[in-house]
């Protein structure tokens, strides 16, 4: 009964944001479902420095969780908030259902940032905030120097030679930076380690 509750909920947020993305100025115009079946207003945001990831428990970038709640242990007095999306479009690496999630990220990595219910973010069941996001920010490019990057882009071109021209998310871990306005400030690709975002995140903040 929980487990068709929280579907039902998650459907019901995700129409009542399907309106038209287009019209969305601002991240707080969303809505979207926490992994507890409760519905996440984005508004309540406002004036926050956001860092929006799609996870995943199984995947070579898995350990960038532990970076991640660095980052939000290190900023969130001074109002970073890091939101995590799980998403299972990605090698399958992401099984699990919410509570089996969780549980995963609290004890392997000591998560305590928001994590929200498992979502798509690229295709037709994608979530409005990940289609708004795309839309603000396309792909940014795989770090040059980064071990996976080679793999990485010689999987990507062999199933599309012009995927670096498409904003869709690519793989786990591709990472959002929201300004205290609410706005897309800058991606960064699942190459990107969490401390190499400090610099950005630390401006943000007005340090």
């Known amino acids: 009964m929980k487990r ?7 459907a019901i947020c995700l129409l ?20 507890k ?18 996870t995943a428990s199984k995947c070579g970038f898995t350990p960038q969780y532990d970076g991640l709640e660095a980052l939000y242990q290190k900023y969130k007095d001074q109002g970073l908030v890091v ?3 799980p998403c299972d479009q ?17 004890i392997n990595h000591g998560v305590t940032f928001p994590l929200m219910s498992k979502i798509e973010v690229n295709g ?8 708004w996001l795309k839309s603000q920010a396309g792909f940014a490019g795989f770090d040059p120097e980064h071990k996976l990057t080679k793999v990485l882009d010689e ?3 062999k199933a599309d030679k012009d995927y670096a021209s498409k904003p869709d998310i690519k793989w786990n871990f591709t990472k ?17 380690e969490p401390q190499g975002m400090e610099e950005s995140i630390e401006k943000e903040l007005g340090k």
Do not use: W
Not at 4 to 10: E, I, K, S, W
């Open 176 to 192: 959002f930076l929201i300004s205290r306005e609410g706005k897309v400030v800058c991606r960064f690709e699942p190459t990107t």
């Open 90 to 106: 990605f090698g399958h690496q992401e099984p699990g259902n919410d509570e089996q999630i969780e549980e995963f990220c609290r």
């Open 4 to 10: 068709f509750l929280t579907v039902m909920m998650a």
């Open 124 to 131: 037709e069941n994608e979530h409005p905030i990940y289609k």
């Open 16 to 35: 009542s944001c399907k309106s038209n993305t287009s019209d969305m100025s601002t991240i707080y115009d969303f809505k979207a479902l926490s992994n």
């Open 155 to 157: 999987m990507f071109t």
């Open 83 to 85: 939101i995590g999306f």
């Open 37 to 54: 079946g409760k519905e996440v207003n984005f508004a309540d945001y406002k004036g926050k420095v956001l860092l929006i990831v799609n």
